[in-house]
């Protein structure tokens, strides 16, 4: 996806901005604080409450916020509390981190957005412990799960055999895993690539180059088909479960991003959320009530201009406010966008920031891509039956990656007789969403937001031909010993859909991504408005990513201390 035009912006027009941003039940909603919103102008306005809208409204009125210089004029000019408000579109908490609980497992949440974090985030760690929430190690790759590959099957511990593997490849890479292929390959572009951290990658991503070319302008496709071939790409296309790790995005971008997540020395480590995902958003929410904030659901920015009040520039929102679809101004010293690339889009194309040929050409830096997820629950774990308990299985059938979730009675707390499970059944991206979009039983799940309705409630069902068609891969996938029950329930959620356009993002090929993160931060000089969010970030598609600009954009542009809850010396990004 290149620079966005003006006509791909038109696309959006009689199109509504989204609010929501941002891999338990559905959150109970917020409950604002009564308060006029037409009565004055707001301090600060933070569009979007996934989980970097959410932090950094409860950053602005936290503790670190009495040390900051403009919070302090901001008070002293309206003489009372600070005013920070949280508009969001949808009916809940949480963006992309959307977990649900099904019925008859209340100790397990099926996570239809992200699901975990890496012990290389500090960031997410260290917020994680300072909220209070509970965790525990997510387990992956085990020996005794399946490789499903070629129509041909063999366990995760067999990837050294080259006479199992069903790829004829080449030298360099032959009996290794994929993880271990990849890692050589990055080493050979990048020594050391293997034990750098983000801000090593850093340092070297203006510079570093292969046969004389930038390795930021040349697609990482392209590199790993002249490093192994053909044959050698599938093997990692297919051996890794997702096409995005391999797929033609910038090259040393996609380099950093594998070691970090898949293939550092040593390898990382993840844990999840016991209580889900979605917590930590809603814990945010509910402390930035605490504080005196004010949230807004089903308020959906339109359009963004500018005004003067008392003197002073001040931005400006056209808002709808949902279900009976009324408009509302609000006025604003400050806005904070906590949106991805494509809520932005559907901003109306008058929106004052669309005339910055820059921000357009930073808006267009990153390239959507779309993941989903199917969540199958049984009323036994079928799969420890065939030898399987934890970690996932990987095939290049539609499915891609299946996780074997959890039981019910083996969760802190539960009832041990309940034997009731959890299968993350499908985990796929690219075209493979193209195959079990075209399952779906509801035929506007893509069609824009339009301005005289409000915007969809997330709903997650998952229609019977889009069950039927995962059981029998399911069944393809483990093989004739595996009885496999009907579910109980099921729930997929595609990430495509708007407002959010994409599950994440990656850089483009010539993307400088050094000069463009602090860009988006503040994208016009003569405008108090900030971008944050995964988008644009080191760590795309991770809550580190989101949480990481969303403190940085904070500490820049509003002069707040870093929090004290965060590990001395974290290194946050460009």
Known sequence: MGKPTRRDLLKGAGALGAAAVVDGALGTPARARPRDDRDDVVDVAVIGAGV????????LLGPEAEDSH??????????????????????????????????????????????????????????????????????VDEPQNLVYLRQHRFTQGQWGDPQVVPYELPAAIRGRTPDDALSSIIEGFVPGASTMDHQAWDKIKPTASADGRYLYDTGFWNLLLEAVG????????????????????????????????FVGSPPPSYRYLLDGYQTVPEELVQRFEAEGGTVRLHH????????????????????????????????????????PQRSIELLDPDSFLFTSDQFLADLGAVVPRPAS????????????????????????????????????????????????ALLLASYNDLSDVEFWNELLTRPDRLAPVAVTRPPRPMDASAPGTLV??????????????????????????????????????????GAKSWEVMPRMRHPLPDANLYVCGDA???????????????????????ALPRPTWLSPGTYLGA
């Open 52 to 59: 970097s809208g959410a932090y950094a409204a409860w950053r």
């Open 70 to 139: 403009i919070l302090r004029r901001l008070r002293r000019h309206r003489r009372g509390p600070l005013d920070v408000r949280l508009f969001e579109s949808s009916e809940r908490i949480g963006g992309r981190l959307f977990s649900v609980t099904p019925p008859g497992m209340p100790h397990l949440h099926a996570e239809l957005g992200g699901m975990r974090y890496l012990n290389n985030q500090p960031v997410v760690a260290d917020l994680v412990d300072h909220l209070g929430l509970r965790t525990a190690l997510f387990p």
């Open 230 to 261: 053909q044959e050698g790409w599938a093997f990692l296309h297919d051996g890794f479960g997702y096409g995005s790790v391999v797929s033609n995005v910038n090259g040393i971008e996609a380099m950093e991003a594998s070691v970090a997540d």
């Open 300 to 339: 959906q920015v339109r359009r963004i201009g500018r005004d003067r009040a008392d003197g002073e520039d001040v931005l400006v929102l056209d808002l709808t406010v949902w279900p009976d679809g009324r408009p509302l101004r609000v006025r604003a010293h400050h806005v904070v966008l906590a949106m």
């Open 373 to 420: 997820k199917l969540f199958l629950g049984y009323d036994r774990p079928w799969w420890e039956e065939i030898g399987l308990n934890a970690g996932r299985s990987v095939t290049d059938l539609p499915l891609r990656q299946t996780y074997y979730w959890g039981v019910e009675g083996e969760q802190a707390g539960a009832d041990p007789a309940n034997r009731n």
């Open 468 to 509: 039927d068609e995962a059981q029998r891969q399911l069944r393809e996938l483990h093989g004739p010993n595996a009885r496999i029950p009907e579910p109980t329930s099921a729930y997929f959620q595609d990430w495509v859909q708007d407002p959010y356009g994409a599950a994440y993002h990656f850089w483009q090929v």
């Open 536 to 558: 644009w970030s080191t760590g795309q598609g991770w809550v580190y990513g989101a949480l990481s600009q969303a403190e940085l954009m904070l500490e820049e542009h509003f």
